[in-house]
T-cell receptor, first 115, second 115 residues
């Protein structure tokens, strides 16, 4: 069965520091995609970054990078040079490509950036 | 702005009532997904439609139903509402279905409160 685990319910980080949000997943499907979404207090879900299971390199999008360790089934999100606007809820999610299109979400990590 | 629109933004109703949530996908997107976000269950996939046909079903209650119309907008109908149905309901859309990379763009959500 699909499972996404985010073990950090909340984190406090000083502005301008880098932050790593943990995510582990469980799947028996060799083809899958991993996603990170940001949900600010306003409620909308904002797509941040995607990593495919066959991608050779870690995904990067601006200040966001995904530390993909396939053998460990780990897909941590790294935010460099954090900003006050990064304060939000962050969700790790997965889609098994040989099943259907649904995305399974973790419980999320609430990130607080301190000035 | 993701390009996905949802109406209404807020909905307050009483137990036992029936409501309809509406979603318009991004222009050109054929797939529509419905998710429920509640405090205790997190983000749960409910159902997906692709070009008017149901494609995948998740944890959707029998009291809930959805459809996608020829113009590709979708409606989620919730009936015999219970207090536990209070949640944020998201619609998401994507270009296609079943492809290796299939980013889903989320709408702003409809906040349903059942009193």
């Amino acid at each position: 069965a699909q499972k996404i685990t985010q073990t950090q319910p909340g984190m406090f980080v000083q502005e301008k520091e880098a932050v790593t949000l943990d995510c582990t997943y469980d799947t028996s499907d060799p083809s899958y995609g991993l996603f990170w979404y940001k949900q600010p207090s306003s409620g909308e879900m904002i797509f941040l970054i995607y990593q495919g299971s066959y991608d050779q390199q870690n995904a990067t999008e601006g200040r966001y990078s995904l530390n993909f360790q396939k053998a460990r089934k780990s897909a941590n999100l790294v935010i460099s040079a954090s900003q006050l606007g990064d304060s939000a809820m962050y969700f790790c999610a997965m889609r098994e490509l040989n099943r259907d299109d649904k995305i399974i979400f973790g419980k999320g990590t609430r990130l607080h950036i301190l000035p | 702005d993701s390009g996905v629109t949802q109406t209404p933004k807020h909905l307050i109703t009483a137990t036992g009532q029936r409501v309809t949530l509406r979603c318009s996908p991004r222009s050109g997107d054929l797939s529509v997904y419905w998710y429920q976000q509640s405090l205790d269950q997190g983000l749960q996939f409910l159902i997906q439609y692709y070009n008017g046909e149901e494609r995948a079903k998740g944890n959707i209650l029998e009291r809930f139903s959805a459809q996608q119309f020829p113009d590709l907008h979708s409606e989620l109908n919730l009936s015999s509402l219970e207090l536990g149905d209070s949640a944020l309901y998201f619609c998401a859309s994507s270009v296609a279905a079943g492809r290796s990379y299939n980013e889903q763009f989320f709408g702003p959500g409809t906040r349903l409160t059942v009193l």
